[in-house]
Nanobody, 125 residues
Framework: QVQLVESEGGLVHAGESLRLSCEAS????????VGWFRQAPGKEREFVAA???????YSGDSVKGRFTISRDNAKNTVFLQMNSLKPEDTAVYYC???????????????????WGPGTQVTVSS
């Protein structure tokens, strides 16, 4: 069983940066793709970014050019660097992991098998 824990989010001002991390409690972390999603009140869970086992990365349209995902397999950790934050980035951010997810399903929450509890990120204007 894979357990995922996101780092603490926080309250930042628009234009500032924040880095989230997601640590996995699994020995074979390098065999997992990891994704980040977010969910604002009253909205569906939205794809933010993903990094596959081979290191290839993918981002959602709303964060391209501002958010970067990376991984450190030695530390069982994936990072989400968020720059130029906007009030509309306010949400609960979740990391997810899967050994078997395929490229065409990365943006679909129902295809990820393991989830962290989430962390709140609030961006004030």
């Amino acid at each position: 069983q894979v357990q995922l824990v996101e780092s603490e989010g926080g309250l930042v001002h628009a234009g500032e940066s924040l880095r989230l991390s997601c640590e996995a409690s699994v020995r074979t972390f390098r065999n997992y793709a990891v994704g980040w999603f977010r969910q604002a009140p009253g909205k569906e869970r939205e794809f933010v970014a993903a990094i596959r086992q081979n290191g290839y990365t993918y981002s959602g349209d709303s964060v391209k050019g501002r958010f970067t995902i990376s991984r450190d397999n030695a530390k069982n950790t994936v990072f989400l660097q968020m720059n130029s934050l906007k009030p509309e980035d306010t949400a609960v951010y979740y990391c997810a992991a899967s050994q078997t997810i395929i490229l065409s399903s990365l943006s679909r929450p129902e295809h990820w098998g393991h989830w962290g509890p989430g962390t709140q990120v609030t961006v004030s204007s």
